[in-house]
T-cell receptor, first 114, second 114 residues
Framework: KAGVTQTPRYLIKTRGQQVTLSCSPI?????VSWYQQTPGQGLQFLFE???????NKGNFPGRFSGRQFSNSRSEMNVSTLELGDSALYLC?????????????FGPGTRLTVL | AQSVAQPEDQVNVAEGNPLTVKCTYS??????LFWYVQYPNRGLQFLLK??????LVKGSYGFEAEFNKSQTSFHLKKPSALVSDSALYFC????????????FGGGTRLMVKP
């Protein structure tokens, strides 16, 4: 089975621009979660989707949004980029209920905001 | 208060010696606890979890963790460390009081020296 894939792997943007990141979960997985990883803040939860419904949202501003499609693929969007948005964005999928099932992580998208 | 804490930024151990990576949690109710490992330039990989049942949980690559309710701890252990175990280790907990999101500790870098 193919693992979680994220595209693009690397991205360079300038302040004020917007960006869309894509995540394809493992086949059959219906749950997708997104995390932001930075050296200063560590791993922070962004969103959790299950069967196209957003179940949880982390403490991030409204500039961060996401969605999940009927094929379980997910996208997250960041508008009006700020320097502090530079980070590794990780997507994870899980089979069944993500509350007690392990998550499988993709390699991440490294976003650099100049 | 932080839901999950990893008190050590780095743990150094000699190859062949036992290792312990510490994790304490602070959530109400029954915690769902997880350990993940991150190798350089990679996403996170699941090691083990505690949901219910036996306090000693066995996971991947010879790792195990002991759930201790009275000490609110979930320390990761391995009887004999390998150089290839050198990586960043994250403890995580489902935080019901924070919207049921998966909250990660700050991470502990494990260095195993030959």
């Amino acid at each position: 089975k193919a693992g979680v894939t994220q595209t693009p792997r690397y991205l360079i943007k300038t302040r004020g621009q917007q960006v869309t990141l894509s995540c394809s979960p493992i086949s059959g997985h219906r749950s997708v979660s997104w995390y932001q990883q930075t050296p200063g803040q560590g791993l922070q939860f962004l969103f959790e989707y299950f069967s196209e419904t957003q179940r949880n949202k982390g403490n991030f501003p409204g500039r961060f949004s996401g969605r999940q499609f009927s094929n379980s693929r997910s996208e997250m969007n960041v508008s009006t980029l700020e320097l502090g948005d530079s980070a590794l964005y990780l997507c994870a999928s899980s089979a069944g209920d993500p509350e007690y099932n392990e998550q499988f992580f993709g390699p991440g998208t490294r976003l650099t905001v100049l | 208060a932080q839901s999950v804490a990893q008190p050590e930024d780095q743990v150094n151990v000699a190859e062949g010696n036992p290792l312990t990576v510490k994790c304490t949690y602070s959530v109400s109710g029954n915690p769902y606890l997880f350990w993940y490992v991150q190798y350089p330039n990679r996403g996170l990989q699941f090691l083990l979890k505690y949901i219910t049942g036996d306090n000693l949980v066995k996971g991947s690559y010879g790792f195990e963790a002991e759930f201790n309710k009275s000490q609110t701890s979930f320390h990761l252990k391995k009887p004999s460390a390998l150089v290839s175990d050198s990586a960043l280790y994250f403890c995580a907990v489902r935080d019901w009081s924070a919207g049921n999101m998966l909250t990660f500790g700050g991470g502990t870098r494990l260095m195993v020296k030959p």
